[in-house]
T-cell receptor, first 113, second 111 residues
Framework: KAGVTQTPRYLIKTRGQQVTLSCSPISGHRSVSWYQQTPGQGLQFLFEYFSETQRNKGNFPGRFSGRQFSNSRSEMNVSTLELGDSALYLC????????????FGNGTRLTVT | EDQVTQSPEALRLQEGESSSLNCSYTVSGLRGLFWYRQDPGKGPEFLFTLYSAGEEKEKERLKATLTKKESFLHITAPKPEDSATYLCAPLGNFGNEKLTFGTGTRLTIIP
């Protein structure tokens, strides 16, 4: 079974630009979550989607947004990039069962210059 | 708000030297806990789910235990390939829909 796939693996953008990251979940997984990982803050929850609906949102500004498509694939968008947005962005998928574990992709490394 | 603390931040062990990593938390409605392993440049890899106090799970040289306020990951006779960052995330009121992760313990096993 294929794992969670994230594209692209690396991105370099300049301040003020916007970026879109993509995530394909494990087949049969309908929940997709996004996390930001930085050396100082660790893994921070961004948002979670199920059946094309955002169910939960973390404490990030409105510049961070996402969506989920009918095939469970998901995208997240960051507008008006800031230097502090440089991070590893991780997508995870899970079965829609409360306690089922998240399965992570290898992330997109975003560098903002 | 859920809080998770992992200690130590970093740990260096000789190959074969056993030790334990700690994950302590303040979580509303604790329903269990996840342990993950993360290698540099990769996403976290799922290791264990623990559902109730007193439960133990084992995988190769790793054994995870759970109490109401903390979890331990015991590493017995580690090998260099066990070097990684180990992360924990308790399951609270939101279940797996919104996890709070600890900042991890960076484990280095020296041959």
């Amino acid at each position: 079974k294929a794992g969670v796939t994230q594209t692209p693996r690396y991105l370099i953008k300049t301040r003020g630009q916007q970026v879109t990251l993509s995530c394909s979940p494990i087949s049969g997984h309908r929940s997709v979550s996004w996390y930001q990982q930085t050396p100082g803050q660790g893994l921070q929850f961004l948002f979670e989607y199920f059946s094309e609906t955002q169910r939960n949102k973390g404490n990030f500004p409105g510049r961070f947004s996402g969506r989920q498509f009918s095939n469970s694939r998901s995208e997240m968008n960051v507008s008006t990039l800031e230097l502090g947005d440089s991070a590893l962005y991780l997508c995870a998928s899970s079965l829609d069962r409360d306690n089922s574990p998240l399965h992570f992709g290898n992330g997109t490394r975003l560098t903002v210059t | 708000e859920d809080q998770v603390t992992q200690s130590p931040e970093a740990l260096r062990l000789q190959e074969g030297e056993s030790s334990s990593l700690n994950c302590s938390y303040t979580v509303s409605g604790l329903r269990g806990l996840f342990w993950y392993r993360q290698d540099p440049g990769k996403g976290p890899e799922f290791l264990f789910t623990l559902y109730s106090a007193g439960e133990e799970k084992e995988k190769e040289r790793l054994k995870a235990t759970l109490t109401k306020k903390e979890s331990f990951l015991h590493i017995t006779a580690p090998k260099p390939e066990d070097s990684a960052t180990y992360l924990c995330a308790p399951l609270g009121n939101f279940g797996n829909e919104k996890l709070t992760f600890g900042t991890g313990t960076r484990l280095t096993i020296i041959p």
